[in-house]
């Protein structure tokens, strides 16, 4: 078991997003962000099935099918778009609907943050946008929410992270906070 492992990764991970959300200007939202990660729901299995590369709910996963401690976490994140699915009485079914902005800004900066760690000294501003880019089949997001991620992690990828940053903190915030039902 990889106790310290476990937690000095998940740690340095949310401290990587908390100096993300501040350059966002979303710096109280990144105080909170992955506390759940420290309950014995998901850091037990944390633990259990650390790898060092890739999130140990990946191993959860193989060897047991789902990922319990990814369940209990995407249903406590928002933001994570799988917390953002819900009934459609219209049609009949679950759906995905549109993340509220300050929850896709947190998105965001978890997907850089989590690319750091995960590449480590292999990490550049294009590494998020290719592994959103792979996924793309696999994903179920609603398509506003993954036009405005794809559209950020490109300019990361093509911009670079300051120039990223501040136009999240000084165009996509405020945008958002126009639309005061999805701010809350």
Same mark, same amino acid.
């Given at each position: ?5 476990h ?7 949310r ?8 350059k966002?200007?979303?710096? !109280? ?12 729901? @998901? ?12 999130? +140990? ?6 060897? *047991?099918?789902?990922?319990r401690? !990814? ?10 778009? @799988? *917390?953002?699915?819900?009934y ?7 759906? +995905?609907?549109?993340? +509220? ?10 997907r850089v ?10 990490y550049?501003?294009?590494? +998020? ?14 398509? @506003? ?22 136009y999240i ?5 405020? @945008?958002?906070?126009k ?6």
């Amino acid at each position: 078991m990889h106790l310290w492992k476990h937690f000095i990764t998940i740690t340095r991970h949310r401290h990587i997003v908390i100096a993300h959300c501040f350059k966002a200007g979303i710096f !109280w939202q990144g105080l909170r962000h992955d506390l759940s990660k420290y309950s014995p729901t @998901e850091f037990i299995p944390g633990i259990k099935c650390y790898m060092g590369d890739k999130s +140990p709910n990946e191993k959860e996963r193989e060897l *047991y099918g789902f990922s319990r401690a !990814w369940l209990h976490h995407q249903g406590r994140n928002k933001h994570h778009f @799988e *917390y953002w699915v819900d009934y459609n009485p219209a049609l009949g079914r679950k759906e +995905p609907i549109q993340m +509220p902005t300050r929850y896709l800004i947190e998105m965001f900066c978890d997907r850089v943050a989590a690319s750091k760690i995960y590449y480590g000294s292999d990490y550049d501003e294009g590494k +998020p946008f290719a592994y959103f880019d792979r996924g793309r089949k696999r994903r179920w997001m609603h398509e @506003e929410t993954s036009r405005q991620l794809e559209e950020l992690l490109i300019m990361l990828r093509d911009k670079g992270e300051k120039e990223t940053f501040s136009y999240i903190k000084h165009v996509v915030k405020k @945008e958002g906070k126009k639309d005061k039902a999805h701010w809350k």
